[in-house]
Protein backbone atom coordinates (compact mmCIF):
# COMPACT_ATOMS: atom_id res chain seq x y z
CA UNK A 1 0.00 0.00 0.00
CA UNK A 2 0.86 3.73 -1.12
CA UNK A 3 2.56 5.87 1.93
CA UNK A 4 1.41 9.00 1.60
CA UNK A 5 3.42 12.27 2.17
CA UNK A 6 3.28 15.95 1.76
CA UNK A 7 6.40 17.02 0.20
CA UNK A 8 6.83 21.22 0.01
CA UNK A 9 9.86 22.27 -2.47
CA UNK A 10 11.32 25.49 -1.10
CA UNK A 11 12.98 26.74 -4.37
CA UNK A 12 9.11 27.13 -6.26
CA UNK A 13 7.26 27.83 -3.15
CA UNK A 14 6.41 31.67 -4.07
CA UNK A 15 4.55 31.82 -0.56
CA UNK A 16 1.14 32.86 -2.38
CA UNK A 17 -1.26 31.06 0.36
CA UNK A 18 -3.11 29.27 -1.51
CA UNK A 19 -2.87 26.02 -0.20
CA UNK A 20 -4.05 27.61 2.86
CA UNK A 21 -7.36 29.36 1.57
CA UNK A 22 -8.05 25.87 -0.55
CA UNK A 23 -8.08 24.35 3.16
CA UNK A 24 -9.87 26.49 4.67
CA UNK A 25 -12.99 26.47 2.22
CA UNK A 26 -12.82 22.96 1.14
CA UNK A 27 -12.93 21.18 5.08
CA UNK A 28 -15.07 24.30 6.24
CA UNK A 29 -12.15 24.90 9.28
CA UNK A 30 -13.42 25.57 12.51
CA UNK A 31 -12.91 29.84 12.98
CA UNK A 32 -9.69 30.47 14.27
CA UNK A 33 -8.41 27.24 13.34
CA UNK A 34 -5.44 26.80 10.05
CA UNK A 35 -4.42 23.97 9.20
CA UNK A 36 -1.98 24.74 7.19
CA UNK A 37 0.13 27.60 7.23
CA UNK A 38 3.09 29.40 4.80
CA UNK A 39 6.16 30.11 7.02
CA UNK A 40 8.89 32.15 5.52
CA UNK A 41 12.68 31.82 6.52
CA UNK A 42 14.52 35.54 6.58
CA UNK A 43 11.70 37.17 4.98
CA UNK A 44 12.27 40.09 2.47
CA UNK A 45 16.20 38.93 2.53
CA UNK A 46 17.62 37.86 -0.46
CA UNK A 47 17.07 33.77 -0.65
CA UNK A 48 14.01 34.04 1.77
CA UNK A 49 12.47 30.48 2.03
CA UNK A 50 9.06 29.71 1.90
CA UNK A 51 7.52 26.60 3.06
CA UNK A 52 3.96 25.01 3.39
CA UNK A 53 3.31 23.24 6.47
CA UNK A 54 0.41 21.14 8.16
CA UNK A 55 0.71 17.98 10.09
CA UNK A 56 3.32 16.05 8.48
CA UNK A 57 1.80 12.26 8.88
CA UNK A 58 4.62 10.99 10.90
CA UNK A 59 6.19 7.51 11.04
CA UNK A 60 6.26 7.59 14.14
CA UNK A 61 4.09 10.66 15.73
CA UNK A 62 4.86 12.05 18.72
CA UNK A 63 1.22 13.06 19.03
CA UNK A 64 -0.32 10.11 19.19
CA UNK A 65 2.58 8.86 21.68
CA UNK A 66 1.57 11.22 24.15
CA UNK A 67 -2.52 11.38 24.00
CA UNK A 68 -3.98 10.12 26.90
CA UNK A 69 -6.92 8.32 25.53
CA UNK A 70 -5.38 7.22 22.34
CA UNK A 71 -7.35 8.67 20.07
CA UNK A 72 -5.29 8.56 16.98
CA UNK A 73 -5.13 5.98 14.00
CA UNK A 74 -3.18 5.33 11.13
CA UNK A 75 -4.81 4.52 8.25
CA UNK A 76 -3.30 1.60 5.73
CA UNK A 77 -2.01 4.74 3.73
CA UNK A 78 -0.07 6.08 6.24
CA UNK A 79 -2.29 9.07 7.71
CA UNK A 80 -2.24 10.01 11.16
CA UNK A 81 -6.18 10.78 11.44
CA UNK A 82 -7.88 11.48 15.07
CA UNK A 83 -11.33 10.46 16.63
CA UNK A 84 -12.87 13.85 17.73
CA UNK A 85 -15.68 11.79 19.60
CA UNK A 86 -12.37 10.83 22.00
CA UNK A 87 -10.72 13.53 22.50
CA UNK A 88 -10.68 15.10 25.01
CA UNK A 89 -9.39 18.44 24.36
CA UNK A 90 -6.35 18.22 26.56
CA UNK A 91 -3.65 19.80 24.42
CA UNK A 92 -0.97 17.54 24.98
CA UNK A 93 -0.56 16.64 21.18
CA UNK A 94 0.00 20.46 20.66
CA UNK A 95 2.69 20.20 23.08
CA UNK A 96 4.43 17.33 20.89
CA UNK A 97 3.80 17.54 17.44
CA UNK A 98 6.90 19.09 15.97
CA UNK A 99 4.89 20.92 13.34
CA UNK A 100 2.51 23.16 15.40
CA UNK A 101 -0.53 21.24 13.63
CA UNK A 102 -3.03 20.23 16.00
CA UNK A 103 -4.71 23.53 17.21
CA UNK A 104 -7.91 23.89 19.12
CA UNK A 105 -11.30 26.49 18.89
CA UNK A 106 -11.35 27.94 21.68
CA UNK A 107 -14.28 26.40 23.47
CA UNK A 108 -15.76 28.48 26.46
CA UNK A 109 -14.16 30.20 29.27
CA UNK A 110 -10.61 30.92 30.18
CA UNK A 111 -9.50 29.66 27.24
CA UNK A 112 -10.38 26.39 27.44
CA UNK A 113 -9.75 23.51 24.53
CA UNK A 114 -11.99 22.28 22.47
CA UNK A 115 -11.41 19.41 20.63
CA UNK A 116 -8.44 19.06 18.62
CA UNK A 117 -8.66 19.83 15.24
CA UNK A 118 -5.60 19.21 12.31
CA UNK A 119 -5.11 18.62 8.80
CA UNK A 120 -6.55 15.10 8.03
CA UNK A 121 -5.13 14.87 3.97
CA UNK A 122 -8.31 15.09 3.32
CA UNK A 123 -9.03 12.03 4.07
CA UNK A 124 -11.71 12.66 6.76
CA UNK A 125 -11.94 10.63 10.22
CA UNK A 126 -13.58 7.73 11.79
CA UNK A 127 -16.96 8.05 10.23
CA UNK A 128 -18.48 6.71 7.52
CA UNK A 129 -16.65 8.32 3.55
CA UNK A 130 -18.23 11.03 2.84
CA UNK A 131 -21.00 11.54 5.27
CA UNK A 132 -22.96 14.47 6.57
CA UNK A 133 -21.17 14.09 10.25
CA UNK A 134 -17.56 12.77 9.05
CA UNK A 135 -17.47 16.59 6.16
CA UNK A 136 -18.91 18.81 9.80
CA UNK A 137 -15.91 17.35 12.20
CA UNK A 138 -13.01 16.44 9.48
CA UNK A 139 -13.93 18.69 6.60
CA UNK A 140 -13.80 16.60 3.06
CA UNK A 141 -12.65 13.35 2.71
CA UNK A 142 -11.19 13.53 -0.91
CA UNK A 143 -9.28 10.48 -0.83
CA UNK A 144 -12.35 8.58 -0.31
CA UNK A 145 -13.72 10.23 -3.95
CA UNK A 146 -10.10 9.53 -5.70
CA UNK A 147 -8.50 12.58 -5.20
CA UNK A 148 -5.38 14.10 -3.60
CA UNK A 149 -5.38 16.84 -0.47
CA UNK A 150 -6.52 20.33 -2.30
CA UNK A 151 -3.73 22.01 -0.89
CA UNK A 152 -0.81 20.74 -3.25
CA UNK A 153 -3.90 19.91 -6.11
CA UNK A 154 -4.33 23.68 -6.52
CA UNK A 155 -0.73 25.16 -5.52
CA UNK A 156 0.17 26.85 -8.69
CA UNK A 157 4.13 25.90 -9.21
CA UNK A 158 3.38 22.78 -8.22
CA UNK A 159 5.81 23.24 -4.94
CA UNK A 160 3.28 21.49 -2.69
CA UNK A 161 3.23 18.09 -3.42
CA UNK A 162 1.25 15.51 -1.82
CA UNK A 163 0.34 11.88 -2.78
CA UNK A 164 2.17 8.17 -2.85
CA UNK A 165 5.64 8.86 -1.13
CA UNK A 166 7.75 7.16 -3.83
CA UNK A 167 6.37 9.08 -6.78
CA UNK A 168 6.48 12.40 -5.05
CA UNK A 169 10.42 11.15 -4.27
CA UNK A 170 10.70 10.28 -8.16
CA UNK A 171 9.42 13.79 -9.25
CA UNK A 172 11.44 15.79 -6.62
CA UNK A 173 14.44 13.71 -7.49
CA UNK A 174 14.04 14.75 -11.13
CA UNK A 175 13.47 18.10 -10.19
CA UNK A 176 16.92 18.66 -8.35
CA UNK A 177 18.82 16.31 -11.16
CA UNK A 178 17.56 19.02 -13.89
CA UNK A 179 17.71 22.35 -11.80
CA UNK A 180 19.76 25.37 -12.85
CA UNK A 181 23.32 25.38 -13.73
CA UNK A 182 24.61 24.74 -9.70
CA UNK A 183 28.16 25.42 -11.16
CA UNK A 184 27.69 28.98 -12.02
CA UNK A 185 25.64 30.25 -9.17
CA UNK A 186 27.11 28.55 -6.15
CA UNK A 187 25.88 31.16 -3.48
CA UNK A 188 22.43 31.01 -4.17
CA UNK A 189 23.17 26.91 -5.07
CA UNK A 190 20.25 25.33 -5.49
CA UNK A 191 20.83 21.62 -5.14
CA UNK A 192 20.29 20.28 -1.85
CA UNK A 193 22.71 20.35 1.16
CA UNK A 194 25.53 17.91 0.13
CA UNK A 195 24.89 17.33 -3.40
CA UNK A 196 28.58 19.80 -3.58
CA UNK A 197 30.50 17.76 -1.60
CA UNK A 198 29.11 14.17 -3.71
CA UNK A 199 29.42 15.30 -6.71
CA UNK A 200 32.25 17.06 -6.94
CA UNK A 201 30.72 20.96 -6.76
CA UNK A 202 34.16 23.26 -5.87
CA UNK A 203 32.16 26.07 -4.99
CA UNK A 204 29.46 24.95 -2.36
CA UNK B 1 34.45 28.89 28.50
CA UNK B 2 34.33 32.08 26.29
CA UNK B 3 36.89 30.72 24.75
CA UNK B 4 34.82 27.47 23.73
CA UNK B 5 31.89 29.77 22.96
CA UNK B 6 34.20 31.89 20.82
CA UNK B 7 35.90 29.08 18.61
CA UNK B 8 31.82 27.45 18.44
CA UNK B 9 31.10 30.67 16.86
CA UNK B 10 33.66 31.31 14.59
CA UNK B 11 32.94 27.48 13.07
CA UNK B 12 29.41 28.87 12.56
CA UNK B 13 30.41 31.78 10.80
CA UNK B 14 32.23 29.57 8.70
CA UNK B 15 29.87 27.22 7.90
CA UNK B 16 27.37 30.07 7.46
CA UNK B 17 28.83 31.39 4.76
CA UNK B 18 29.84 28.02 2.85
CA UNK B 19 26.71 26.16 2.95
CA UNK B 20 23.95 29.02 3.20
CA UNK B 21 21.03 26.45 2.91
CA UNK B 22 22.70 24.58 5.78
CA UNK B 23 22.57 27.16 7.83
CA UNK B 24 18.85 27.67 6.85
CA UNK B 25 17.85 24.62 7.72
CA UNK B 26 19.75 24.68 11.08
CA UNK B 27 18.27 27.70 12.38
CA UNK B 28 14.57 25.96 11.32
CA UNK B 29 15.33 23.21 14.01
CA UNK B 30 16.68 25.38 16.20
CA UNK B 31 13.37 27.23 16.27
CA UNK B 32 14.11 30.36 14.84
CA UNK B 33 10.66 31.95 13.88
CA UNK B 34 9.95 33.36 10.01
CA UNK B 35 7.04 35.21 8.81
CA UNK B 36 3.81 33.81 8.26
CA UNK B 37 0.51 35.56 7.26
CA UNK B 38 -1.48 32.99 9.73
CA UNK B 39 -2.29 34.21 13.29
CA UNK B 40 -1.24 32.49 15.87
CA UNK B 41 0.95 31.84 18.54
CA UNK B 42 4.71 30.62 17.42
CA UNK B 43 2.88 29.81 13.87
CA UNK B 44 5.95 31.23 12.78
CA UNK B 45 7.86 28.15 13.72
CA UNK B 46 8.59 25.46 11.64
CA UNK B 47 9.80 22.67 14.09
CA UNK B 48 10.14 22.83 17.70
CA UNK B 49 12.29 20.23 18.68
CA UNK B 50 11.36 20.64 22.39
CA UNK B 51 8.04 18.79 21.84
CA UNK B 52 9.83 15.09 21.01
CA UNK B 53 11.76 16.05 24.36
CA UNK B 54 9.01 16.31 26.36
CA UNK B 55 7.31 13.47 24.77
CA UNK B 56 10.62 11.04 25.53
CA UNK B 57 10.25 12.24 29.06
CA UNK B 58 6.94 12.06 30.33
CA UNK B 59 5.81 8.58 28.30
CA UNK B 60 9.54 7.66 29.63
CA UNK B 61 11.22 8.66 32.93
CA UNK B 62 8.07 10.57 34.57
CA UNK B 63 6.23 7.49 33.58
CA UNK B 64 8.28 5.03 34.89
CA UNK B 65 9.49 6.69 37.66
CA UNK B 66 6.23 7.66 39.14
CA UNK B 67 5.15 4.10 38.84
CA UNK B 68 8.04 2.71 40.92
CA UNK B 69 7.67 5.63 43.46
CA UNK B 70 4.21 4.99 43.97
CA UNK B 71 4.82 1.39 43.95
CA UNK B 72 7.70 1.25 46.26
CA UNK B 73 5.67 3.29 48.49
CA UNK B 74 2.96 1.22 48.79
CA UNK B 75 5.40 -2.03 48.78
CA UNK B 76 7.07 -0.30 51.84
CA UNK B 77 3.97 0.54 53.80
CA UNK B 78 2.78 -3.14 53.01
CA UNK B 79 5.76 -4.28 54.34
CA UNK B 80 5.99 -2.21 57.22
CA UNK B 81 2.73 -3.03 58.53
CA UNK B 82 3.60 -6.85 58.32
CA UNK B 83 6.58 -6.55 60.43
CA UNK B 84 5.45 -3.92 62.66
CA UNK B 85 1.94 -3.93 62.81
CA UNK B 86 -0.14 -1.24 64.24
CA UNK B 87 1.19 1.39 66.88
CA UNK B 88 -1.23 0.22 69.69
CA UNK B 89 -2.45 2.32 72.83
CA UNK B 90 -0.31 1.18 75.06
CA UNK B 91 -2.24 2.17 78.28
CA UNK B 92 -5.99 1.70 78.41
CA UNK B 93 -8.39 4.18 77.53
CA UNK B 94 -9.27 6.76 80.21
CA UNK B 95 -12.41 7.46 78.70
CA UNK B 96 -11.00 11.20 79.23
CA UNK B 97 -11.38 13.00 75.99
CA UNK B 98 -8.87 16.01 74.71
CA UNK B 99 -10.56 18.56 72.08
CA UNK B 100 -7.34 17.62 69.21
CA UNK B 101 -8.98 19.61 66.05
CA UNK B 102 -12.16 21.69 66.43
CA UNK B 103 -15.06 21.73 64.14
CA UNK B 104 -13.11 24.22 61.56
CA UNK B 105 -9.90 22.58 61.21
CA UNK B 106 -11.71 19.49 60.70
CA UNK B 107 -13.38 20.90 57.83
CA UNK B 108 -10.47 21.82 56.23
CA UNK B 109 -8.28 19.26 56.72
CA UNK B 110 -11.20 17.22 55.10
CA UNK B 111 -11.86 19.54 52.34
CA UNK B 112 -8.65 19.62 51.21
CA UNK B 113 -7.90 15.52 51.55
CA UNK B 114 -11.16 14.84 49.63
CA UNK B 115 -10.32 17.13 46.79
CA UNK B 116 -6.08 15.82 47.21
CA UNK B 117 -7.81 12.13 45.88
CA UNK B 118 -9.89 13.40 43.41
CA UNK B 119 -6.62 15.44 42.06
CA UNK B 120 -4.54 12.38 42.44
CA UNK B 121 -7.27 9.59 40.76
CA UNK B 122 -7.72 11.89 37.68
CA UNK B 123 -4.65 13.11 37.16
CA UNK B 124 -3.07 9.53 37.42
CA UNK B 125 -6.21 8.68 34.75
CA UNK B 126 -4.43 11.26 32.27
CA UNK B 127 -0.94 9.43 32.63
CA UNK B 128 -1.59 5.95 33.52
CA UNK B 129 -5.35 5.37 31.91
CA UNK B 130 -4.24 4.83 28.98
CA UNK B 131 -1.66 1.72 30.15
CA UNK B 132 -4.29 1.05 33.05
CA UNK B 133 -7.72 1.58 32.27
CA UNK B 134 -8.49 1.79 28.46
CA UNK B 135 -8.01 -2.07 27.62
CA UNK B 136 -10.85 -2.94 29.79
CA UNK B 137 -13.03 0.19 29.69
CA UNK B 138 -12.88 0.59 25.57
CA UNK B 139 -11.45 3.37 23.59
CA UNK B 140 -15.40 5.30 24.09
CA UNK B 141 -15.84 4.55 27.77
CA UNK B 142 -12.58 5.27 28.63
CA UNK B 143 -12.83 8.50 27.13
CA UNK B 144 -15.97 9.17 28.87
CA UNK B 145 -14.20 8.81 32.33
CA UNK B 146 -10.96 10.67 31.34
CA UNK B 147 -13.16 13.85 29.77
CA UNK B 148 -14.89 13.64 33.13
CA UNK B 149 -11.71 12.94 34.98
CA UNK B 150 -10.00 16.02 33.27
CA UNK B 151 -12.60 18.51 34.18
CA UNK B 152 -12.35 17.51 37.61
CA UNK B 153 -8.99 17.81 37.75
CA UNK B 154 -9.00 21.33 36.37
CA UNK B 155 -11.47 22.25 38.86
CA UNK B 156 -10.41 20.57 41.87
CA UNK B 157 -6.94 22.65 41.34
CA UNK B 158 -8.48 25.89 42.52
CA UNK B 159 -10.57 24.69 45.42
CA UNK B 160 -7.64 23.07 46.78
CA UNK B 161 -5.27 25.69 46.34
CA UNK B 162 -8.12 27.72 48.20
CA UNK B 163 -7.92 24.64 51.09
CA UNK B 164 -4.32 25.00 51.23
CA UNK B 165 -4.06 28.36 51.94
CA UNK B 166 -6.03 28.64 55.14
CA UNK B 167 -4.19 25.81 55.93
CA UNK B 168 -1.05 26.74 56.20
CA UNK B 169 -2.22 30.24 58.14
CA UNK B 170 -3.59 27.92 60.82
CA UNK B 171 -1.15 25.25 61.52
CA UNK B 172 1.82 27.46 60.49
CA UNK B 173 2.78 27.81 64.43
CA UNK B 174 2.20 24.13 65.28
CA UNK B 175 4.43 23.40 62.49
CA UNK B 176 7.56 25.75 63.20
CA UNK B 177 10.55 23.26 63.44
CA UNK B 178 11.63 23.04 66.80
CA UNK B 179 15.50 21.11 66.41
CA UNK B 180 16.00 20.06 69.57
CA UNK B 181 12.39 18.03 70.25
CA UNK B 182 12.42 17.13 66.54
CA UNK B 183 15.54 15.94 65.83
CA UNK B 184 15.35 13.44 68.32
CA UNK B 185 12.07 12.58 67.54
CA UNK B 186 13.00 11.70 64.18
CA UNK B 187 16.24 9.73 65.81
CA UNK B 188 13.80 7.73 67.81
CA UNK B 189 11.95 6.70 64.42
CA UNK B 190 8.73 8.59 66.17
CA UNK B 191 8.27 5.71 68.22
CA UNK B 192 7.07 3.35 64.71
CA UNK B 193 10.28 1.11 65.16
CA UNK B 194 11.00 -0.34 68.69
CA UNK B 195 9.18 1.10 71.58
CA UNK B 196 11.01 4.06 72.65
CA UNK B 197 8.80 7.16 73.02
CA UNK B 198 10.09 10.33 71.77
CA UNK B 199 8.37 13.51 73.20
CA UNK B 200 6.06 15.53 70.91
CA UNK B 201 4.46 18.98 70.84
CA UNK B 202 1.00 18.93 69.16
CA UNK B 203 2.20 18.44 65.87
CA UNK B 204 5.41 15.52 66.35
CA UNK B 205 8.17 15.97 63.77
CA UNK B 206 6.85 13.13 61.14
CA UNK B 207 3.69 15.80 60.81
CA UNK B 208 5.81 18.77 60.36
CA UNK B 209 7.68 17.10 57.64
CA UNK B 210 4.56 16.36 55.61
CA UNK B 211 3.01 19.73 56.59
CA UNK B 212 5.99 21.58 55.34
CA UNK B 213 6.23 19.00 51.70
CA UNK B 214 3.04 20.03 51.26
CA UNK B 215 3.28 23.70 51.32
CA UNK B 216 6.30 23.75 49.36
CA UNK B 217 6.19 20.84 46.74
CA UNK B 218 2.47 21.14 47.21
CA UNK B 219 2.50 24.87 46.25
CA UNK B 220 4.74 24.17 43.28
CA UNK B 221 1.95 21.72 42.25
CA UNK B 222 -0.68 24.14 42.81
CA UNK B 223 1.74 27.04 40.79
CA UNK B 224 2.48 24.46 38.13
CA UNK B 225 -1.36 23.32 37.73
CA UNK B 226 -2.88 26.68 37.60
CA UNK B 227 -0.36 27.43 34.69
CA UNK B 228 -1.35 24.55 33.06
CA UNK B 229 -4.97 25.33 34.00
CA UNK B 230 -5.29 28.34 32.09
CA UNK B 231 -4.09 28.57 28.85
CA UNK B 232 -4.28 32.02 29.33
CA UNK B 233 -1.33 33.62 29.73
CA UNK B 234 0.04 33.43 26.53
CA UNK B 235 3.29 30.68 27.58
CA UNK B 236 4.70 28.80 24.59
CA UNK B 237 5.33 25.39 24.43
CA UNK B 238 8.23 25.07 25.66
CA UNK B 239 7.25 26.21 28.82
CA UNK B 240 4.08 24.11 28.90
CA UNK B 241 6.02 21.65 28.77
CA UNK B 242 8.73 22.82 31.28
CA UNK B 243 5.40 23.67 33.44
CA UNK B 244 3.71 20.64 33.01
CA UNK B 245 7.02 18.05 34.08
CA UNK B 246 7.55 19.81 37.05
CA UNK B 247 3.62 19.52 37.99
CA UNK B 248 4.12 16.07 37.21
CA UNK B 249 7.32 15.10 39.33
CA UNK B 250 6.34 17.16 42.32
CA UNK B 251 2.76 15.13 41.70
CA UNK B 252 4.62 11.86 42.60
CA UNK B 253 6.22 13.19 45.48
CA UNK B 254 3.32 14.87 47.40
CA UNK B 255 1.40 11.14 46.66
CA UNK B 256 3.86 9.41 48.24
CA UNK B 257 3.58 11.85 50.69
CA UNK B 258 0.38 11.69 51.32
CA UNK B 259 0.64 7.61 50.88
CA UNK B 260 2.60 7.67 53.98
CA UNK B 261 0.12 10.40 55.92
CA UNK B 262 -2.64 8.53 55.09
CA UNK B 263 -1.25 5.14 56.30
CA UNK B 264 0.36 6.74 59.62
CA UNK B 265 -3.36 8.26 60.30
CA UNK B 266 -5.38 5.16 59.88
CA UNK B 267 -4.39 1.73 60.17
CA UNK B 268 -0.92 2.62 61.16
CA UNK B 269 -1.82 4.01 64.36
CA UNK B 270 -4.38 3.12 66.71
CA UNK B 271 -6.71 6.29 67.18
CA UNK B 272 -5.43 8.79 65.24
CA UNK B 273 -8.22 8.75 62.86
CA UNK B 274 -11.03 9.65 65.23
CA UNK B 275 -9.59 12.66 66.61
CA UNK B 276 -9.62 14.10 62.89
CA UNK B 277 -13.21 12.59 63.01
CA UNK B 278 -14.80 13.54 66.17
CA UNK B 279 -11.82 16.13 67.07
CA UNK B 280 -11.30 14.64 70.30
CA UNK B 281 -8.36 11.43 71.65
CA UNK B 282 -8.60 9.81 74.87
CA UNK B 283 -6.28 11.01 77.09
CA UNK B 284 -3.88 8.01 76.39
CA UNK B 285 -3.69 8.72 73.37
CA UNK B 286 -2.86 12.34 73.56
CA UNK B 287 0.18 11.24 76.20
CA UNK B 288 1.65 8.75 74.06
CA UNK B 289 1.82 10.29 71.38
CA UNK B 290 1.70 14.18 71.97
CA UNK B 291 2.93 14.11 75.61
CA UNK B 292 4.77 17.86 75.20
CA UNK B 293 1.20 19.08 73.95
CA UNK B 294 -0.44 17.46 76.20
CA UNK B 295 1.61 19.08 79.26
CA UNK B 296 1.01 22.65 77.80
CA UNK B 297 -2.95 21.67 77.51
CA UNK B 298 -2.37 21.25 81.40
CA UNK B 299 -0.46 23.77 82.50
CA UNK B 300 -3.49 25.96 80.87
CA UNK B 301 -5.99 24.21 82.71
CA UNK B 302 -8.00 22.59 79.80
CA UNK B 303 -8.34 19.43 81.75
CA UNK B 304 -7.79 17.19 84.72
CA UNK B 305 -5.31 15.09 85.30
CA UNK B 306 -6.56 13.76 88.41
CA UNK B 307 -10.07 12.22 86.78
CA UNK B 308 -7.56 9.56 84.37
CA UNK B 309 -6.80 6.59 86.46
CA UNK B 310 -3.44 5.87 84.61
CA UNK B 311 -0.53 7.53 85.50
CA UNK B 312 2.68 8.96 83.44
CA UNK B 313 5.81 7.58 83.14
CA UNK B 314 7.44 11.40 83.13
CA UNK B 315 7.87 13.07 85.89
CA UNK B 316 4.94 14.21 87.90
CA UNK B 317 6.42 17.62 88.54
CA UNK B 318 5.13 18.56 84.44
CA UNK B 319 1.43 17.92 85.90
CA UNK B 320 -0.57 19.86 88.36
CA UNK B 321 -2.70 18.32 90.34
CA UNK B 322 -6.27 19.71 89.93
CA UNK B 323 -7.11 21.28 93.64
C1 LIG C 1 -2.97 16.53 44.75
C2 LIG C 1 -2.61 17.32 43.89
C3 LIG C 1 -2.38 17.01 42.43
C4 LIG C 1 -1.97 15.86 41.82
C5 LIG C 1 -1.66 14.56 42.49
C6 LIG C 1 -1.91 16.11 40.41
C7 LIG C 1 -1.50 15.18 39.47
C8 LIG C 1 -1.51 15.39 38.11
C9 LIG C 1 -1.11 14.44 37.13
C10 LIG C 1 -0.57 13.05 37.44
C11 LIG C 1 -1.31 14.98 35.91
C12 LIG C 1 -1.16 14.29 34.57
C13 LIG C 1 0.19 14.38 33.98
C14 LIG C 1 0.24 13.67 32.66
O1 LIG C 1 -0.76 13.21 32.14
O2 LIG C 1 1.33 13.58 32.12
C15 LIG C 1 -1.81 16.29 36.10
C16 LIG C 1 -2.14 17.19 35.11
C17 LIG C 1 -2.69 18.44 35.33
N1 LIG C 1 -2.92 19.04 36.57
FE1 LIG C 1 -2.60 18.23 38.34
N2 LIG C 1 -2.28 17.39 40.18
C18 LIG C 1 -2.58 17.97 41.40
C19 LIG C 1 -2.96 19.26 41.64
C20 LIG C 1 -3.29 20.14 40.64
C21 LIG C 1 -3.70 21.48 40.88
C22 LIG C 1 -3.75 22.12 42.25
C23 LIG C 1 -4.00 22.01 39.66
C24 LIG C 1 -4.51 23.38 39.28
C25 LIG C 1 -4.65 24.36 40.02
C26 LIG C 1 -3.75 21.01 38.66
C27 LIG C 1 -3.91 21.16 37.30
C28 LIG C 1 -3.51 20.26 36.34
C29 LIG C 1 -3.67 20.45 34.94
C30 LIG C 1 -4.31 21.65 34.27
C31 LIG C 1 -3.14 19.32 34.30
C32 LIG C 1 -3.06 19.07 32.82
C33 LIG C 1 -4.20 18.21 32.42
C34 LIG C 1 -5.02 18.77 31.32
O3 LIG C 1 -4.83 19.91 30.88
O4 LIG C 1 -5.89 18.06 30.90
N3 LIG C 1 -3.31 19.88 39.29
N4 LIG C 1 -1.93 16.54 37.47
S1 LIG D 1 0.03 16.13 14.35
FE1 LIG D 1 2.19 16.60 14.39
S2 LIG D 1 3.11 14.86 15.48
FE2 LIG D 1 1.08 14.22 14.83
S3 LIG D 1 1.40 13.20 12.86
FE3 LIG D 1 0.89 15.36 12.43
S4 LIG D 1 2.87 16.38 12.30
FE4 LIG D 1 3.25 14.40 13.29
S1 LIG E 1 -6.11 17.12 22.67
FE1 LIG E 1 -7.27 15.33 22.03
S2 LIG E 1 -6.05 14.38 20.43
FE2 LIG E 1 -4.72 15.82 21.48
S3 LIG E 1 -3.67 14.57 23.03
FE3 LIG E 1 -5.46 15.47 24.03
S4 LIG E 1 -7.07 13.94 23.79
FE4 LIG E 1 -5.45 13.39 22.34
Same mark, same amino acid.
Request: glycine share 10%; proline share 4%.
Given at each position: ?????????????????? $???????????????????????????????????????????????? $?????????????????????????????????????????????????? +?? $?? /???????? +?????????????????????? $?????????????????????????????????????????????????????? | ????????????????????????? %?????????????????????????????????????????????????????????? %???????????????? %??????????? /????? /?????????????????????????????????????????????????????????????????????????????????????? %?????????????????????????????????????????????????? /????????????????????????????????????????????????????????? +???????????????
Amino acid at each position: MARMKFLCDDERCIECNA $CVTACKNENEVPWGVNRRRVVTINDGQAGEKSISVACMHCTDPPCAAV $CPVDCFYITEDGLVLHDKDICIGCGYCFYACPFGAPQFPQDGAFGVRGKM +DK $CT /FCAGGPEE +DNSEEEFKKYGRNRLAEGKLPL $CAEMCSTKALLAGDGDIIADIFRDRVVRRADRDEKPATATAPWGWGKAYGDKSS | MLLVAGVVWAMAGEFSSSLPRAELW %RMVREGVAGYTAVKGQEAGELIQASGETWRQLRNGPLFTGGAIVLGGTLALLALFYLL %RGQVKLEKPRTGIKIL %RWNLGERMLHW /FVAVL /FIILTVTGLTLLYGKAVLLPWLGKAQFAYWAQLAKWLHNISGPLFIAGLVPMILIWFKDNLWRPGIDWAWFKALGGLVGRAHPPAE %RMNAGEKGWFWLLMTVGALLSITGLLLDLPLFGLERESMQMIHLIHGVSA /FLVIAGALGHIYIGTIGTEGALEGMIHGEVDLSWARQHHDLWLEALEKEGRFSLAKS +DTRIERPESFFKPEK
